[in-house]
DNA sequence: CGGTATCCTATTAGATACTG
DNA sequence: CAGTATCTAATAGGATACCG
């Protein structure tokens, strides 16, 4: 039965199976990214279309110049966002979600959406649950 | 007239709007909770059936038992997981998903299936990125 | 305007030991 | 088995200052 398994094997080779539930894979990374604490909102205010830094910054409420670059600069390198800066003065700096990058954010707005619409029942849980062993 | 405009205000203050982007709103700490390094794993974990806390944690590889009980607590509180454990010796206590949680659930199950297809993408981008700054 | 560099603190996470 | 408690290490994050 060897023919069957080469070419389970060779599948394998071209199309390595990515497992976010496994320590080392590198798709757990790129989770981190996007779903870390400023990954998700930059990600999703970003849905809403191209946007310059300051912009985003204020869309994104709480975040600091540092963690919005750095952010920004991780996504960029996993090929989630664009980033387009055309000379001349003052500086101007677009960012925009590539294709993978809008498909990505919309899976992040149907969760922010399901979140929001459940925050009632959510804070009823809290006070349940707090309630129960205060 | 006036009744209109009253029952518009009534609802508003009956059910207040839940906004991710605003640093105070309740809603971030559990987008947090949710998407939180270890949330998402966990509540993708779970998506699969009930489980025992050691199945789960052999599940997620790397998580501590430590993260993984604060995860849970989190996640319990705000309703998105049961826990349930039956008296008895040994002891045996089982996670799963609310109502809430499964459909928080499903959200993530998409996003890792997205995320994990694209890897390849990502892995090239990452390479072009590196590159270009070497 | 759109950042980077530095420094410092707070939070998170891991290791280990212990308990009902 | 299913945790908790404690201590330490790593990392994320914020404040400030500065640059092209």
Known sequence: ???RAVSETQAEENQPEFDVFARRCPSRQTMEAVTGRWGVLVIAGLHAGSMRFSE????????????????????????????VAPAGFPSRVDYS??????????????????????????????????????
Request: hydrophobic share 40%; charged share 35%.
């Open 1 to 3: 039965m060897t023919t």
């Open 56 to 83: 985003l910054r204020r869309r994104v409420d709480g975040v600091s110049e540092k963690m919005l670059s750095q952010t920004l600069h991780t996504l960029e390198r996993d090929g989630l966002v664009n980033r």
């Open 97 to 134: 979600l590539t294709p993978l990058g809008s498909r990505v954010a919309a899976e992040l707005v149907d969760l922010i959406e399901l979140l929001e619409g459940s925050m009632p029942d959510i804070m009823a849980a809290r006070e349940r649950y707090d309630r129960e062993r205060a």
